[in-house]
Structures are given as C-alpha cells and as structure tokens.
C-alpha cells in the first residue's frame, strides 16, 4: 500500500511530500521545492529509499530543488508535462525574483501525459495532466489508497492561481471537473499549500467549484 508523509518547505510553505511502497519502502519525493536537508532528515527518519523525483509542476516553490537532489543521489526525474518547458527553463529567473536559493534548469528523464502511470515498489500511480494554472501541469492519484497528489490545481477551499504566464482559468476549471471529480468524492487530495480536503467536500462547498 501507498504511505505518504508531507513536508512543508520553501518560504512559501509548499506541501512536498514523500510517498512510498510500505512493502519494498522505495520511495519517490514528490515536487522538492527547497530544503532538501530537512527532506533527506526525513527520508532516514522513515527508513525508506529514494528512487525517483515526481513533479507536477515547474514553479520555483515546487520544483526549486530538483536539479540538486537528483545530482547528489542520482535520482531520475520523472515529469511534468512538457508544456512546462519554459517553467523550467526560468527557474534560475524565478529564484531570483522570489528570493529562492539559486535554482538550476534541469533536463527532465521522463516528461509524462495524460493517462500515464508511474510506479514505486508495488505501488502505481494514474497521471492526469490538468492545465490551467500552469499548461504542464500533473496530478498522481493512487487508486489504491484513495489519495491525490493534485499540486497547485486545487486547494481546501480555493482553486490555483491562473495570472501567471500561460495560466488559464477555464482550462482549470475544466481539469477540476474532468480529470479530478472522477476520481471519487471520498479521495483525499494533498494540494501544494495548505490542508487536506476530499474532492467531495469541494464539490459542496468550495464556492470556485461546487456543484451548482
């Protein structure tokens, strides 16, 4: 079965979590925005090992530490979707603007797309590419364990910013209701920032998405 644990970092307190298979412990982190000492202290902690970096998507907060962490262990890196070249290509420019540790462009191992999966140990993950608030954008969702990986798509209460380059509310709006409510109102998702929620608490009362 699927395990996670969620670390916040970055100044902007980003939700990066680290998943794993809790029969083989091999792990992947998933969206190493910064702090990697504080991740790598967590990963001993939990006794498991890193095969893998999963990202949903390229702004600096969740993505920021990529390029260090797959140099110093080795680690493929495996998303986002390739509309999110340009994201990557400017982290050096993001981490300036915001203040960030310098961050490096990284070449990804493996872009996905919709209807892809990925696996750690046992445990396959179903990828769906939901743009809007960046063109690249992926969600990981473990069928198993009834939880989603949703990135910056959708909050407790609140949907991802769309102002930024290339950002679309529409096209969000649309990834919410067709990629992610089917996925079952009692899958819990791990948004980017904040709490938990289940999609089906969204669809009751988050006033950006609610069923009418």
């Not at 960030?100 to 590419?129: C, E, K, M």
């Not at 198993?144 to 909050?155: M, N």
Request: aromatic share 8%.
């Amino acid at each position: 079965m699927l395990r996670y644990l969620t670390v916040p970092v970055t100044a902007f307190a980003q939700n990066c979590s680290i998943v794993w298979c809790d029969e083989t412990k091999d792990a992947a982190v998933i969206d190493p925005g910064g702090d990697l000492d504080r991740l790598l202290t967590e990963v001993q902690r939990l006794g498991v090992q890193l095969k893998a970096i999963w990202l949903t998507h390229a702004h600096i907060d969740h993505a920021g530490g990529t390029a260090d962490l797959a140099e110093q262990l080795g680690l493929p890196i495996i998303g986002p979707h390739p509309g999110d070249q340009f994201w990557i290509t400017g982290l050096p420019q993001q981490g300036a603007m915001f203040g960030f540790p310098p961050a490096r462009a990284f070449t990804p191992t493996r872009w996905l797309a919709d209807g892809d999966t990925v696996q750690i140990g046992n445990s396959v993950l179903q990828v769906r590419h939901c743009p809007g608030h960046t063109p690249g954008h992926v969600v990981f969702h473990s069928a198993e364990a009834k939880r989603a990986f949703v990135g910056d798509v959708l909050f407790a209460g609140s949907i991802g910013r769309t102002d930024f380059p290339q950002g679309n509310h529409a096209q969000l709006i649309g990834s919410i209701k067709e990629r992610l409510w089917p996925m079952g109102d009692d899958t819990v998702f791990i948004p980017g920032h904040g709490p938990e929620s289940s999609f089906g608490a969204e669809r009751r009362h988050n006033p950006h998405v609610r069923d009418a």
